[in-house]
T-cell receptor, first 116, second 112 residues
Framework: DAEITQSPRHKITETGRQVTLACHQT?????MFWYRQDLGHGLRLIHY???????NKGEVSDGYSVSRSNTEDLPLTLESAASSQTSVYFC???????????????FGPGTRLTVL | GESVGLHLPTLSVQEGDNSIINCAYSNSASDYFIWYKQESGKGPQFIIDIRSNMDKRQGQRVTVLLNKTVKHLSLQIAATQPGDSAVYFCADKDSGYSTLTFGKGTMLLVSP
């Protein structure tokens, strides 16, 4: 069965360190997304990609970067981790948009990141 | 002290009751409105969507109502079950884009 996985599931790091969160999907979806989830803020879009070598900034992109070298993976990098980046991070993917076909995003299980 | 802004709105119902979860949106240009369910410790999961030119759509035990005049969306769950306990998010999508804008969520608690 197709799936979307994230690793690690839990990560503790120190302020100033570079951290990379992995996201891998086997749906063969062109669209991939990264969100952070914080209580009181819901899900906020960090970065997204519509295909290989395409990346776009979302609502809260400062301090984060992504790269898309193949269809399956969209790693999220925190260049210099800050305590404000302590959060739960979700990766998602969706089919190419044709009307409603990309309304359904398939989410990974999340990565809980703590920055001390 | 605690900040009210950090608490999720919560709806508590008895098993078998009908539940109504509400959402207000602000983007008049949104083409689709979507509901997601997030169980504890999991990622959100798609429930149902509705296009902006519709005012009602039914799924299995769920109905979404859209009132564009007052920019209001609701999700009705019939015969609520304990397995429906989760956080529910509404989201909207602009025509031509694949990105979603999520609301802050409502927690539904179903007691047996």
């Amino acid at each position: 069965d197709a799936e979307i996985t994230q690793s690690p599931r839990h990560k503790i790091t120190e302020t100033g360190r570079q951290v990379t969160l992995a996201c891998h999907q086997t749906w063969n979806h062109n669209n991939m997304f990264w969100y952070r989830q914080d209580l009181g803020h819901g899900l906020r879009l960090i970065h997204y990609s519509y295909g290989v070598h395409d990346t776009n900034k979302g609502e809260v992109s400062d301090g984060y970067s992504v790269s898309r070298s193949n269809t399956e993976d969209l790693p999220l990098t925190l260049e210099s981790a800050a305590s404000s980046q302590t959060s739960v991070y979700f990766c998602a993917s969706s089919d190419v948009g044709r009307g409603a076909s990309d309304n359904e995003q398939f989410f990974g299980p999340g990565t809980r990141l703590t920055v001390l | 002290g605690e900040s009210v802004g950090l608490h999720l709105p919560t709806l508590s119902v008895q098993e078998g009751d009908n539940s109504i979860i509400n959402c207000a949106y602000s983007n008049s240009a949104s083409d689709y409105f979507i509901w997601y369910k997030q169980e504890s410790g999991k990622g959100p999961q798609f429930i149902i969507d509705i296009r902006s030119n519709m005012d009602k759509r039914q799924g299995q035990r769920v109905t979404v109502l859209l009132n564009k005049t007052v920019k209001h969306l609701s999700l009705q769950i019939a015969a609520t079950q304990p397995g429906d306990s989760a956080v529910y998010f509404c989201a909207d999508k602009d025509s031509g884009y694949s990105t979603l804008t999520f609301g802050k969520g409502t927690m539904l608690l179903v007691s047996p």
